[in-house]
């Protein structure tokens, strides 16, 4: 008796486990274990659509643009409205070509040809003492209506020392008034208009 009941509960159990197996066995196949393998792959792809994602690249050639906007910009500078050289002695031997002023007589004279691209007014010739804070305008030595082209101001004058003493003022077409030391160059004593602004009292 105890063998037959021993023999029921064992097959019992035995179809309690076999009706289990199928139940486990059908999530295997219907699982959406595939599924998620599927999203990690379908990730990657997007990370690949970032590096696409790098057309701030070409916007380097694009600071190249200001680069050209600058020669513009160095074009517009013109040549100096008044240029200083030495007087050509044949231009000397015309003295109706020219008008002159004469600061020195000495043997230092040196005479100084101011020639104008367009009409400049109101010219002054004034020294220029300098102090720690600059050139100050000194005492007017002589004055010109105008400077036209074609016909050059010769001043004759001297050049003691290093730092030059005296100026150039002008109004230009504009009526902008400009300040400029006669100054012999230290290099290959060329003459030079230098403009300053004189200390102002």
Partial sequence: M??????????GLALALAAC???EESPAPSGTAPSPVGSVQSTPPPEESQPSETPPEPTPPQDSQPPEETPPAETEDSEPVVSADYADPDLLARPEDYDLLVLDESEYRVDVAITATETVTDIQVVSIPMDDMGFRLGAVLGTLDAITPGRPFVVAMAFP???PNTA????DSAGA?????ISMSGKDGSLLLTPFEPVQD
Avoid: Q
């Fill in 21 to 23: 197996g199928p139940v």
């Fill in 161 to 163: 020392g290093d730092m």
């Fill in 177 to 181: 008034v400009h300040y400029c030391a």
């Fill in 168 to 171: 150039l003022v002008f109004t």
């Fill in 2 to 11: 105890k063998r037959f009941f021993t023999l029921l509960l064992s097959l």
